[in-house]
């Protein structure tokens, strides 16, 4: 029922930067749990960053320093900065949230970064 709106995603050099942005159709962010989430060609889809309704946040060791998630309440979207990007960042990103055993995909944003 919830519906997910990704946008921000392109082509980027290595050490580049990106802002992907994730907005819902209801005001869900202020309690429901946040996260993004990507799945590069032949892998399992992996938990890149989350942010549970009372602010905490994790991150995969691997994007740690350099991807920051964030949401604006107000706004009902969430975000994602990507700093010093890298070639393995390289993978479709997808937006999730969660509250009550119910849960809503975004449709997916590319990202690219070259070498």
């Known amino acids: 029922q919830v519906q997910l709106v990704e946008s921000g995603g392109g082509l980027v050099q290595a050490g580049g930067s990106l802002r992907l942005s994730c907005a819902a159709s209801?005001?869900?962010?202020?309690?429901?749990?946040m996260g993004w989430y990507r799945q590069a060609p032949g892998k399992q889809r992996e938990l890149v960053a989350a942010?549970?309704?009372?602010?905490?946040?994790n991150y995969a060791d691997s994007v740690k320093g350099r991807f920051t998630i964030s949401r604006d309440n107000a706004k009902n979207t969430v975000y994602l900065q990507m700093n010093s990007l890298k070639p393995e960042d390289t993978a479709v990103y997808y937006c999730?949230?969660?509250?009550?055993?119910?849960?809503?995909w975004g449709q997916g944003t590319q990202v690219t970064v070259s070498s």
């Open positions: 999730h949230s969660y509250y009550s055993g119910l849960h809503a």
């Open positions: 209801e005001k869900i962010f202020g309690i429901n749990t």
């Open positions: 942010m549970a309704g009372g602010g905490m946040t």
